[in-house]
């Protein structure tokens, strides 16, 4: 038994195909004595491996080998299924029950799932746009999309709200007081709107 592309001799003569040959001799006793080979060639497999070769980190992934009977893979796995969990170049030897062998490889590519972290601060009464909606109340808002290699876009925002603040405080003075470019000269209850250390409204009473 040959497998494509082998070749053997019988009495000097090259043979690599399907063939009998027949070969006559003389014994030392002067009788006649035949040889016969006869010679199948066997086929290579046409090994091929299929499955997804672009994963995204949270997918699993499977190449499953066919067109052999026996599979070994370039680590020795044995079987026509192989799970891989990294990119990069996997092969396996397709084996006949001739003993007749090829190979195949694919590359396996592993896209990581991004993920973006966005914050903002903003003022009760107020909101943000994110990806087409208002946000106004303090959270963590996900939106997941799909990138150009076909895996997860996470994108979280995390919101806080403000709410404006109030004080009050007391001064005396005998004819007049001053207070943030104003003079008062009259006794009585005066607000003035500042802004505190978040950015928003501070309501603040005299």
Not at 50 to 57: A, I, M, Q, Y
Not at 124 to 142: A, K
């Amino acid at each position: 038994h040959l497998c494509q592309g082998d070749t053997t001799y019988f009495y000097g003569e090259a043979l690599f195909e399907s063939c009998r040959r027949l070969y006559w001799e003389k014994t030392p006793e002067g009788c006649d004595s035949q040889s016969v080979l006869y010679v199948e060639v066997h086929p290579l497999p046409q090994v091929r491996i299929s499955g997804d070769t672009h994963v995204c980190d949270n997918q699993d992934c499977q190449l499953v080998a066919s067109g052999a009977d026996i599979y070994r893979w370039f680590d020795g796995v044995m079987g026509s299924v192989y799970e891989p969990h990294q990119s990069g170049e996997y092969s396996v030897q397709g084996i006949t029950t001739h003993g007749c062998k090829s190979s195949a490889s694919v590359e396996v590519s592993y896209y990581e799932i991004k993920h973006t972290f966005l914050s903002d601060n903003i003022c009760q009464g107020s909101s943000v746009s994110f990806y087409r909606r208002e946000l106004r109340y303090t959270g963590d808002y996900v939106h997941v999309d799909t990138s150009a290699d076909g895996c997860d876009s996470v994108v979280t925002m995390s919101l806080t709200v403000s709410e404006p603040s109030m004080s009050e405080f007391r001064a005396y003075a005998t004819d007049r007081y001053g207070w943030n470019d104003t003079v008062y000269t009259e006794s009585g209850k005066y607000r003035q709107t500042l802004t505190n250390m978040n950015g928003c409204d501070s309501f603040v009473t005299l």
